[in-house]
T-cell receptor, first 114, second 112 residues
Framework: DGGITQSPKYLFRKEGQNVTLSCEQNLNHDAMYWYRQDPGQGLRLIYYSQIVNDFQKGDIAEGYSVSREKKESFPLTVTSAQKNPTAFYLC?????????????FGPGTRLLVL | GENVEQHPSTLSVQEGDSAVIKCTYSDSASNYFPWYKQELGKRPQLIIDIRSNVGEKKDQRIAVTLNKTAKHFSLHITETQPEDSAVYFCAGVRQGAQKLVFGQGTRLTINP
């Protein structure tokens, strides 16, 4: 658990503002993922990355952007184009290859709109 | 692509009784099936997983069974305790795929 961290724990966004959620891992994992979770709902994949400087859109990528400049870091930006950003955001990481399924999750960031 | 359906969406059992959650998957090439537990406000955590070359796996009070022919797998929790109350997610992935496909989740409540 302690190997993957997210900050901040709570984040407030104003209308028209871009905000960035941080995700860092020291597990030496190649793959990293961002999920969105709405109250009482499941996990929806936003973006994922298998290697540095490469990432792919998930199921709900519109209004979000990511970068993967370092193996340890996978920040998520919620842009002003995301009209309903209030949710719990979870970052995860895993070893690529056959063990891909063993994902370790960060503690999450709860994003609220002012 | 893969689709994972999970049932029931909510489950309430008396403390000490057993709980069973079922998932079905669509991709016959899927070969890895993890289960995650998420307590209220916390992160999901892996509790047990199974690969397609195994039919059943146990870890103390929890077990997972896999029926490849029918393309479904189930989580079994015996002697349930209050701390088992949580949301449980199943998932599936095929060899070489880059992302897990999660079920919709089951909210399990253990009544004292």
């Amino acid at each position: 658990d302690g190997g993957i961290t997210q900050s901040p724990k709570y984040l407030f966004r104003k209308e028209g503002q871009n905000v960035t959620l941080s995700c860092e891992q020291n597990l030496n994992h190649d793959a990293m993922y961002w999920y969105r979770q709405d109250p009482g709902q499941g996990l929806r994949l936003i973006y994922y990355s298998q290697i540095v400087n490469d990432f792919q859109k998930g199921d709900i990528a519109e209004g979000y952007s990511v970068s993967r400049e370092k193996k340890e870091s996978f920040p998520l930006t919620v842009t002003s184009a995301q009209k309903n950003p209030t949710a719990f955001y979870l970052c995860a990481s895993s070893i690529t290859g056959a063990s891909i399924g063993t994902q370790y999750f960060g503690p999450g960031t709860r994003l609220l709109v002012l | 692509g893969e689709n994972v359906e999970q049932h029931p969406s909510t489950l309430s059992v008396q403390e000490g009784d057993s709980a069973v959650i079922k998932c079905t998957y669509s991709d016959s090439a899927s070969n890895y099936f993890p289960w995650y537990k998420q307590e209220l406000g916390k992160r999901p955590q892996l509790i047990i997983d199974i690969r397609s070359n195994v039919g059943e796996k146990k870890d103390q009070r929890i077990a997972v069974t896999l029926n490849k022919t029918a393309k479904h797998f189930s989580l079994h929790i015996t002697e349930t305790q209050p701390e088992d109350s949580a949301v449980y997610f199943c998932a599936g992935v095929r060899q070489g795929a880059q992302k897990l496909v999660f079920g919709q989740g089951t909210r399990l409540t253990i009544n004292p």
